[in-house]
């Protein structure tokens, strides 16, 4: 009697141990996972500004693109009206050397001769200087041209280099939400399902054969989760039958419905919870409408339009 005394305090130390050791660890491992959180959305608040930034610099970029543009077609306006220009010069050259000709041929003295000849010499003078700037002017604009064309190739490079730079961001924030998303996720588990049959008193009693089944009660645990939004939810619950069937009945509560991989789906029933990142504990009773059949079963729940759990059971 005296050795089993002693005992009892060891097992009991022993105990207070372990416990204490499993706490240590959830709170270690619960501390790691808010960390990761935490850096998590950090890195995606630096990617978005990064992205936010980039796109700024690609509507300077832009902007600087069409001001280029704008002023390459006005050069080439200019150009072009210098090309008219230049016909007129040519036909007014083509006037004087015709003036000049009929000025030799009409010419019988020496006086005469040096006149026609200083009068000629002032047109092909001022001819000449007009020439001389015309061609000024072209040679201007044509450098002018040349360097819209290099500044134009030159941010068209850099607005390819801007856009696959984005390209890249959008890629990483989408990776980033979709690593997000995912652990996100809700988890259920210790799925429990007990049959009823409702008594002569309006109360519910357990039964255990299939035929005697008239409600079907699923109770589950819905995990901690730090990263999901807290907010009210719906839980969706699917109950198969062997057949591959989904069970519904006139007790299915209205709005039985949820979109899952771009398809609206039905459920068997579904009951909405206040989410607030902490364990919770759920039931949910379903009163079934033709009899059950024996068999094996699948009960599927789904959270936020994904999958989230599932498993089998058997009524016989």
Known sequence: MEQSKSKNPRIIIALLVIVLFLLSAWFYSYSVSQK????????????????????????????????????????????????VDLDEKQSEIDILKSE??????????????????????????????????????????????????????????ENIFIKNKNKNLNSENTDLNARL????????????????????????????????????????????????????????IQYI????ELLQSSKTPEGSIFVYEDSTIHATTYSEFNYQNIEIELCVDWERGDPLEKGEYK?????????VAARSFKLG
């Open 36 to 83: 990761e959180f935490e850096n998590l959305l950090e890195t995606q608040f630096q990617e978005s500004e990064n992205l936010r930034i980039l796109k700024l610099e690609e509507n300077n970029l832009r902007s600087q693109l069409d001001d280029i543009i704008e002023q390459y077609d006005n050069a080439r306006n200019e150009i072009d009206n210098l090309n």
């Open 181 to 236: 998303d995912a652990g996100s996720i809700l988890e259920i588990s210790d799925i429990e399902i007990d049959k009823f049959k409702e008594g002569s008193r309006g109360d519910f009693k357990p039964v255990y054969f299939t035929k005697n089944i008239k409600f079907l009660s699923c109770c589950f645990k819905i995990a901690a989760n730090s990263i999901a939004k807290a907010e009210s939810k719906s839980v969706y």
């Open 100 to 157: 000049i000709r009929d000025l030799f041929e009409e010419i019988d003295d020496k006086d005469d001769i040096e006149n026609a000849l200083k009068e000629a010499k002032k047109k092909i003078v001022a001819l000449q200087d007009i020439s001389k700037k015309y061609f000024s002017q072209l040679d201007s604009l044509l450098g002018e041209t040349e360097q819209l064309v290099l500044e134009n190739k030159n941010l068209e490079k």
């Open 299 to 307: 009960i599927l729940f789904f959270i936020e339009g994904k999958l």
């Open 241 to 244: 039958s062997p057949g591959g």
